[in-house]
């Protein structure tokens, strides 16, 4: 009930001081879009509070994934953008305060020049609006353009003792497809025939495949499924995969969730690896894919047992290894597993915002994470993290746009 009434009151000053711009830019209108504009800037906010009314009171959980994602959505793109327009509004009372007091204190001769000019308050009222508009508009933008704007990477990686049969071999990865979070099935569909375009002879999957629960993925099994490759298509399972952030009535629920979710890589034709390895052989040559359950650092879940999986891979010239979360690499294969010859993993989502121009990379994810997107290298091991192919949380993304990878291995 208390975050409900501090929430409820942050939300009602935010609004009241932006509203001050929006009386002060409508003053000259006429009476209809006058009311029009100032009793309609109130309908958000009233949208707003029922939404923490429902959200604090009510049981959220019983919504679907999307619908609590759009709620978020809405919540923090209104008063994320109205933030912009305080800190000018503020700049504004500021000015206003000083002048004020140069008034009281001086009783100098006027300096007014002729004609009207535009005051200091009317045009930091439009730009304090013009500044809350702006990033309300790419958070739209991101969603309606950039959730499904796919992009095609591609990097060649060089190993020495490459059998001669996997030369030029093609992998295309996907990660994190969090397809709980999806809005638009045409969309989605148009990624999967991207990949398909490109003709990898493997595919790697690097976990999450839903946000929370086993269900989300049903309605998309018919497009995935569609993914196919001559040498086979390998997946393993992402923090998210585990329900560990969705409130279970019982832990036999959230242990059959989990079933069904495995049932579920059966169904889409992926070979899940859990703290496992295949042998990939053509014409009696022969790599290792070596998949582990979610092994996060920090506060995310240590499911995997890597060397449950590496055991009877040692004699494999090339290892490739499946771990969806990045923070592994550092933590335990480099030290612990120095032939493990490239990893491949997800979990970042380059944070879904970020800038990516010629050799300018910055996304809020280095922050957290060594390695966040794209291909790394200490001594002979790689590391390539994928961007994702889903969303979560925001369903959109800004200056990041999901990825469809393909890492093509040559022999050095």
Excluded: C
Excluded at 7 to 36: C, H, M, R
């Amino acid at each position: 009930m208390m975050t409900l009434i501090i929430f409820t009151v942050l939300f009602l000053v935010i609004d009241y001081y932006v509203y001050q711009a929006i009386k002060t830019v409508s003053e000259g209108w006429g009476p209809l879009w006058k009311n029009f504009l100032r009793i309609g800037f109130w309908v958000p906010t009233a949208w707003s509070i029922a939404a923490l009314v429902w959200w604090t009171l009510g049981d959220p959980y019983a919504a679907s994934t999307s619908t609590r994602n759009w709620i978020i959505t809405g919540l923090v793109a209104t008063y994320f953008s109205k933030l912009f327009a305080v800190v000018v509004l503020f700049v504004d009372d500021i000015y206003r305060g000083i002048k004020w007091m140069a008034k009281y204190f001086y009783k100098g001769p006027s300096n007014d020049l002729p004609g009207d000019a535009i005051t200091r308050s009317d045009f930091l009222a439009k730009t304090a609006l013009a500044a809350a508009a702006i990033p309300f508009g790419t958070m739209v933008y991101g969603i309606v353009s950039g959730a499904h704007d796919y992009r095609v990477r591609r990097k060649t990686v060089y190993f020495p003792k490459l059998p001669k049969k996997f030369d030029g071999i093609k992998i295309g990865q996907l990660s994190d497809i969090h397809s709980g979070s999806f809005f638009n099935k045409v969309a989605v569909k148009g990624g999967v025939e991207m990949m398909l375009k490109e003709k990898p002879d493997m595919i790697f999957f690097t976990g999450d495949l839903v946000n929370n629960e086993s269900s989300e993925v049903k309605e998309y099994i018919d497009i995935f499924n569609k993914l196919k490759a001559p040498l086979g298509i390998y997946s393993v399972t992402g923090n998210h995969d585990y329900g560990d952030y969705h409130h279970w009535t019982s832990l036999a629920a959230k242990q059959q969730n989990f079933k069904d979710l495995m049932e579920a890589h059966k169904l889409l034709g992926f070979d899940l690896l859990m703290n496992q390895h295949r042998f990939i052989s053509v014409e009696g040559e022969k790599l290792a894919v070596i998949g582990i359950e979610n092994w996060g650092g920090g506060r995310f879940s240590k499911y995997g047992k890597l060397e449950q999986a590496y055991a009877g891979s040692e004699d494999a010239p090339v290892k490739l290894l499946l771990s969806h979360d990045p923070s592994h690499w550092d933590a335990q294969v480099r030290t612990q597993y120095p032939d493990i010859d490239i990893a491949f993993a997800g979990h970042t989502h380059g944070f879904q915002f970020g800038v990516e121009i010629g050799n300018v990379k910055w996304s809020p994810s280095q922050y957290a994470y060594r390695q966040w997107a794209g291909l790394y290298q200490e001594g002979s091991q790689y590391l390539y993290v994928n961007r994702g192919f889903g969303y979560l949380g925001y369903p959109g993304r800004i200056g990041m746009p999901p990825e469809l990878t393909i890492i093509e291995l040559k022999r050095a």
